[in-house]
């Protein structure tokens, strides 16, 4: 799969170049606009079968749209995209209840100047958006800590995290769905499954959702 360096149409957040035989990938400018437009995507065009948009999928700074649609139209289509618009159906709510007794709760508290209660209350007040999945099947990257609770990811990945897992690094949140490697710090554990082969889809957290976590004894 290639890639054409010269966009085919662009304004100052947005960016559009042809990817391969039937690709168009969307460079976005700023992250946070990335679940209002691929909302506005899934909903307006992916669900209807009419249209001949295969797939979208979001990556942090990026949408890929899998399209056999001439490149003219697939323009028209993103500059029909409001940002200031709510896009589809409201956002779902989940609440993962989870246990903060992660080994890495000193050395957030330590990057935040806080104490370890601090950090609790401050990763239970956020609410958090799914901005992209990857990595792993089913592992939802968060946003909506402000910027200065960016966190430092471990000088020495561990070999090892346990399905549950829930940890900071950079901007991001995430749950790890299956044990796994990981250099993210971690807070707590969870019982949520965020991948599950029984359900359709598989991703219980997709993009553009909402997540709030709980705290348990």
């Known amino acids: 799969m290639s890639m054409s360096s010269d966009p085919l149409w662009s304004t100052s957040h947005l960016s559009v170049r042809p990817y391969g035989d039937y690709g168009y ?9 990335i679940p209002s437009l691929f909302n506005f995507l899934r909903s307006a065009y992916v669900q209807d ?3 001949p948009i295969v797939d979208v999928i979001p990556a942090e700074r990026s949408i890929l749209v899998i399209s056999t649609l001439p490149a003219h139209d697939i323009i028209d289509i993103i500059e029909a995209w409001d940002p200031s618009v709510e896009q589809g159906a409201p956002a779902r709510i989940i609440d993962i209840p989870t246990r903060y007794n992660g ?14 209660q601090a950090v609790i209350d401050i990763h239970v007040a956020t609410t958090f958006t799914c901005s992209f999945c990857g990595f792993l099947p089913g592992f939802a990257y968060l946003t909506g800590l402000p910027q200065h609770y960016s966190v ?66």
Do not use: H
């Open 103 to 116: 080994p890495d709760l000193e050395e957030v508290a330590r990057q935040w100047n806080v104490d370890v």
């Open 25 to 33: 990938l969307i460079d976005v400018a700023q992250a946070p606009l």
């Open 152 to 217: 430092r990811r471990k000088a020495t990945p561990r070999t090892a995290l346990s399905a549950g897992s829930v940890g900071l690094a950079g901007a991001y949140c995430g749950i790890y769905p299956r044990s796994s490697p990981g250099g993210w710090q971690i807070l707590g554990q969870t019982e949520f499954k965020p991948w599950r082969i029984d359900r359709d889809p598989p991703g219980q957290i997709m993009p553009g959702d909402k997540v709030r976590f709980s705290e348990i004894s």
């Open 49 to 51: 079968r009419r249209r």
